[in-house]
């Protein structure tokens, strides 16, 4: 149980486009999802806090209108990037809370590539 | 107040060895300390995890030992394998619940020779 799916687990898109990631929790309602960013061979930086049907919480140096975030419904929250560029190429990862635990459960990551 | 430390940065260990790796913590909120293994390419997985009223938590081959008043823990492998080799991360949480974050050290990049 508590797996935790994103898509796709890459993408190379050209500079100036946008592109989105869905984060999905395929055996559980997910109250609270989380977005991180990893740069090669560092640690695991939290981006985002997104809350099912309200409005994201950002951390200190993110973009709010650049890294748009989604959580719609119990089990997809999506993240956007948004007029990519070199710079934004990454690892994102996901991860989401259960409604009645205090784990967090990561998603496999995905690539993203900007040329 | 927020930041994890962790040490080292990386480790080498010949297979059958412990393998320790240590963290320390500022703030005395934190109620919740997991740890993450991480293979390249690939989203960190929970190994194991331990709350501030027990000293030594015991998975397998992984113990976490836990001082609350020096405000550190620490990660054990017992008789290391090389399918061991991985980042590995401690962590933090203020939150009895999964609401609230999780601050990541800065990882330790373990290998485990034959």
């Known amino acids: 149980g508590a797996v935790v799916s994103q898509h796709p687990s890459r993408v190379i898109c050209k500079s100036g486009t946008s592109v989105k990631i869905e984060c999905r929790s395929l055996d559980f309602q997910a109250t609270t999802m989380f977005w991180y960013r990893q740069f090669p061979k560092q640690s695991l930086m939290l981006m985002a806090t997104?809350?099912?049907?309200?409005?994201?919480?950002?951390e200190q140096g993110v973009e709010k209108d650049k890294f748009l975030i989604n959580h719609a419904s119990l089990t997809l929250s999506t993240l956007t990037v948004t007029s990519a560029h070199p710079e934004d190429s990454s690892f994102y990862i996901c991860s989401a809370g259960g409604l009645n635990s205090y784990e967090q459960y990561f998603g496999p990551g995905t690539r993203l590539t900007v040329t | 107040q927020q930041q994890v430390k962790q040490s080292p940065q990386s480790l080498i260990v010949q297979k059958g060895g412990i393998s320790i790796i240590n963290c320390a913590y500022e703030n005395t909120a934190f109620d919740y300390f997991p740890w993450y293994q991480q293979f390249p390419g690939k989203g960190p997985a929970l190994l194991i995890a331990i709350r501030p009223d027990v000293s030594e938590k015991k998975e397998g081959r992984f113990t976490i030992s836990f001082n609350k008043s020096a405000k550190q823990f620490s990660l054990h492998i017992m008789d290391s394998q090389p399918g061991d080799s991985a980042t590995y991360f401690c962590a933090a949480s203020m939150s009895k619940t999964s609401y609230d974050k999780v601050i990541f050290g800065p990882g330790t990049s373990l290998s485990v020779i034959p």
């Open positions: 997104s809350n099912e049907g309200s409005k994201a919480t950002y």
